[in-house]
């Protein structure tokens, strides 16, 4: 921060509040507690039969959802990588120190979500180990990070995301050029699909460049084969291992991902678009994947015990299930679309396999946005938001919507969900966006949408008790880094109130008739 606008919230002089929003921000700004020692018991509405209360650390700032399982944050998390991104370009760049001193000194981030890849952990083919070195610099980081600032220790809590789908170059050397998917064999003895050719002879990835052009062009695991489960069991054995021995209290690291047999991102979603007219759930295999939407399914069911099995740094934490809204746009569209029902089986067997039971399992999806504008400009589209057709608020709140979107399931999960922000708010190619990516403006209506049941009333006061909202790298270290829609001050105060209503409307609970 400058040192005006340094002073100015030092002074007290910020108003910070949602403007659509009717809320009182009862936190004061203040140091976070890195081990809060005492609890009180929130009534918590869990949409999904009777789960334990959720209990919450006496400063507000950490709820346990299940006995024997590390405190979760509650308020913004800013997601960042391990090392250099991939194919997300502007929302990540490299964290350097100065980076996590400024996510930490801000005041308004509640937590890191530490991205990391395969590609991250074995950078050179077996026989030479599994390497986390770049997980261990991370933490380090993070931790002079919180010296820095006169903090202590585990000051600034991680959410670990192992995207194991990006695989080491090492993994898929095949020499690229095809004129449609086809199936490899790796030297792991991985069945992969390579990427086509676009129909005018060139790279369908040519809009990436550099390491993430390298990346978008590896094979894509596919979810039945046993050898890529097999692989994904050696990486998060791998890794709990490094985590008992660098975190054994789980007081840094708090909250990990759940990994399935991903075909891509870490949800269930599968595989890339152009993949779609090839996977086909009739039973015919086009490309020899030994692949349907029953076999997909059942193979996620079948790794929530393989993950539970492989580490007992994971029955210390909560794990995290991401719920996938974006169905293929294709003639197969019907047969490959992942309904919120096809999610639940993989749900329920995730949340039955922890040994600290299903109320340690948190449901999120990656899909907060305003208004799914097409061909818009996302900082001018302002079509009446709330009610416009596309508006996450329509999306959740339609009946109609539930069987295919699981919008209201997750945030019905009162005290055990998050939700991840669709995109960057602030990127230098936003002003000028015209694609058909998500509204993410404006922020308090966003904020609003994230953290209420009635997000279409004018005075909200039915609250989702929401754990988390996940906001990206650049925003997370320093909002003057980027052009966005709104002044560097104006996001700031913005992410500033959003971050503190996370944490007092965690802990309105629910009565008959109505919320206090």
Known sequence: LSSRRRALVDSGLMMLALATISLILAEAAGPESSAPSKFRAVRALTGAGNLPPVTVSQDGRFATIAAGTSPVPIGLYAMVYATYP?????????????????????????????????????????????????????????????EVASKAKGCMPVFLKPYLIVEPEWTTPFPYGNTGPVVRRTPLNMSVVLRPTAPNGTDLWDRFVGTAQAIARRGIPISTDSAWQAQITRLTTGLGTWLNQADSDAMRVRVIHFVGPVMSSLQMRPGPEELCPSLDNSGKDTLGMNWSKRKHID?????????????????????????TVLPPSSSNASKLFLDTAD????????????PAGPGAVIAKTESLHVDLGVGCNTCSFTPDPEHSSRSFAVMYQDPANKPAIPYSFIGERAGRHGWENFAALSMKSLPFNKSQIPSMFPVNLLAKFSIFQDMDASSPVKPQQTLWAEIWRNEGVNTSLEPSCESPLELENHLRAWDSALRSNFQKVPFVGGYQ
């Not at 539970?308 to 299930?321: D, N």
């Not at 749900?347 to 396999?353: L, M, Y």
């Open 343 to 354: 999610q639940l089986e993989a749900f329920n067997a995730v949340a039955n396999a922890h």
């Open 86 to 146: 991939d194919a997300h370009g502007e929302q990540f760049f490299q964290m350097t120190q100065e980076d996590y001193n400024q996510i930490v000194s801000n005041g308004y981030i509640a937590a890191v979500s530490l991205s990391f890849t395969w590609a991250d952990i074995q950078p050179n083919p077996p026989p030479a180990p599994l390497d986390f070195t770049n997980l261990t610099r991370a933490l380090d980081m993070i931790d002079i990070a919180c």
């Open 299 to 323: 193979a996620w069911k079948a790794a929530a015990q393989e993950f539970a099995r492989s580490s007992s740094a994971f029955a210390k934490r909560p794990w995290v299930f991401d719920f």
